[in-house]
């Protein structure tokens, strides 16, 4: 089947610290691999996303490689800001037509001044 | 820019009532997709449409059904409510040839009392 397994939560960090979020998946074909992030109250919004294996997506300081290899996504900053704390949640898609998403359970960030 | 606009924004509804939501996609997007995100959970994909036809089926109760208009709106009709309706919904839109990103609108709370 398909899904993805997204590390636990709640992460709390201080500002300015290191962050990663670790998705690994399983899939029946070739997926392609997002990174959604779910600030208080709104809906949710692409962060990054890579189609094929050893693609970088990067945006607003977060990146992810998509790893075949070890079937992982993981999300990294290097150093995060309080404007950071928000849900994140991985997903993954089929690159079938069917463009619906499978999405991990999210992990919860908050980041501390 | 114009986003997916859902609505209503918030709707409360007693147990076996009825409810309708409403998703306006993105214009000129042809693919609307709906999702559901139970209190603390990852959004479960229910249903989705293109060119006003369904194209993929996830997890939508029966008591669930949905359309989408000429116009490419689309409408979630649910009947016959449970407490555990309860839940954001999400609609999200695309264009079916554009690649695999989805806009997501800021979602409808259901709650079912």
């Known amino acids: 089947g398909n899904s993805v397994t997204q590390m636990e939560g709640p992460v709390t960090l201080s500002e300015e610290a290191f962050l990663t979020i670790n998705c690994t998946y399983t899939a029946t074909g070739y997926p392609s691999l997002f990174w959604y992030v779910q600030y208080p109250g709104e809906g949710l919004q692409l962060l990054l996303k890579?189609?094929?294996?050893?693609d970088k997506g990067s945006n607003k300081g977060f990146e992810a490689t998509y790893r075949k290899e070890t079937t992982s996504f993981h999300l990294e900053k290097g150093s995060v800001q309080v404007s950071d704390s928000a849900v994140y949640f991985c997903?993954?898609?089929?690159?079938?037509?069917?463009?619906?998403?499978?999405f991990g359970t999210g992990t919860r960030l908050t980041v501390i001044p | 820019a114009a986003g997916v606009i859902q609505s209503p924004r918030h709707l409360i509804k007693e147990k076996r009532e009825t409810a309708t939501l409403k998703c306006y996609p993105i214009p000129r997007h042809d693919t609307v997709y709906w999702y559901q995100q139970g209190p603390g959970q990852d959004p479960q994909f229910l249903i989705s449409f293109y060119e006003k036809m369904q194209s993929d089926k996830g997890s939508i109760p029966d008591r669930f059904s949905a359309q989408q208009f000429s116009d490419y709106h689309s409408e979630l009709n649910m009947s016959s409510l449970e407490l555990g309706d309860s839940a954001l919904y999400f609609c999200a839109s695309s264009l079916k040839l554009g690649g695999e990103k989805l806009f997501f609108g800021s979602g409808t709370q259901l709650s079912v009392l």
């Open positions: 890579a189609t094929k294996a050893d």
């Open positions: 997903a993954l898609s089929l690159q079938t037509g069917a463009n619906n998403l499978f």
